[in-house]
């Protein structure tokens, strides 16, 4: 599965921003479906995921109540939508598939997008 993140851009602390992650392939509703993200000096972190169905999500805690997973298997997409956002989040975002059930680590995702850049303004 290829995939294609976009959405990112330069915003306020406070405000709102919606990242997507469009996949190609027929096999797309298969896959549980994370987003990562890498600040400047960092090492990628996980931030949420959503299993194929969209029954069962995971958050990083630094992003909990702040953030919401979604998908639409019939426009094989998945979202991330971003609430409240903090200078904090300011990183490269990734999207990132696996056929791992509830995956949150780095290594368990086995394609990956080629990020889209969120920076938040204080």
């Known amino acids: 599965v290829q995939l294609q993140a976009s959405g990112g851009g330069l915003v306020q602390a406070g405000d709102s921003l919606r990242l997507s992650c469009a996949a190609s392939?027929?096999?797309?509703?298969?896959?549980?479906m994370g987003w990562f993200r890498q600040a400047p000096g960092k090492e990628r972190e996980f931030v949420a995921s959503?299993?194929?169905?969209?029954?069962?999500?995971r958050y990083a805690d630094s992003v909990k109540g702040r953030f919401t997973i979604s998908r639409d298997n019939a426009k094989n997409t998945v979202y991330l939508q971003m609430n409240s956002l903090k200078p904090e989040d300011t990183a490269v975002y990734y999207c990132?598939?696996?056929?791992?059930?509830?995956?949150?680590?780095?290594?368990?995702?086995?394609?990956w997008g080629q990020g889209t850049e969120v920076t938040v303004s204080s």
């Open positions: 959503i299993s194929w169905n969209g029954g069962s999500t």
């Open positions: 990132a598939a696996t056929n791992t059930w509830r995956a949150t680590m780095e290594r368990e995702y086995h394609y």
């Open positions: 392939g027929r096999t797309f509703s298969s896959y549980t």
